[in-house]
């Protein structure tokens, strides 16, 4: 399983389904790719130590005002992963309306 997270500055809602799901693969998205990666050197740690071995990748969207740039990032990661899960908790109004569009 594959689970798609929108990176949110609440680490909360960035590991919370990873946490439940323990998936091979969590995918992070979001604008910051650098804050991304600072953040998922703490969730690997945090899962590691719970015996959650998850494969992270942090993917930038290019502009977080254009639907169609999202919704073309997520076709893509759908595409390329098998069992994709998303978990809404986090992000904006645009992400969640992309993954509408797509269902």
Same mark, same amino acid.
């Given at each position: 399983?594959? !689970?798609?997270? /929108?990176?949110?500055k #609440?680490?909360? @809602? =960035?590991?919370?389904?990873? &946490? ?8 992070? &998205?979001?604008? *910051?790719? =650098?804050?991304? #990666?600072? $953040?998922i050197?703490? /969730?690997?740690? !945090?899962?590691?130590? $719970?015996?959650?071995?998850t494969?992270?990748? %942090?993917?930038?969207?290019? =502009?977080?005002n254009s639907i169609?740039?999202?919704t073309a990032?997520? @076709?893509e990661i759908? *595409? %390329? *992963? #098998?069992?994709?899960v ?6 904006s109004?645009? /992400? &969640?309306?992309? !993954?509408?569009?797509?269902a």
């Amino acid at each position: 399983m594959t !689970v798609i997270e /929108y990176f949110d500055k #609440d680490d909360c @809602e =960035n590991i919370g389904s990873t &946490l439940m799901y323990a998936p091979e693969k969590t995918i992070l &998205l979001g604008k *910051n790719i =650098n804050r991304m #990666d600072k $953040r998922i050197k703490r /969730y690997r740690t !945090v899962l590691q130590s $719970r015996g959650i071995q998850t494969t992270f990748t %942090s993917m930038e969207v290019k =502009n977080e005002n254009s639907i169609s740039a999202i919704t073309a990032l997520l @076709e893509e990661i759908i *595409n %390329s *992963n #098998d069992d994709c899960v998303f978990d809404l908790t986090g992000g904006s109004e645009l /992400y &969640l309306t992309a !993954v509408g569009i797509l269902a």
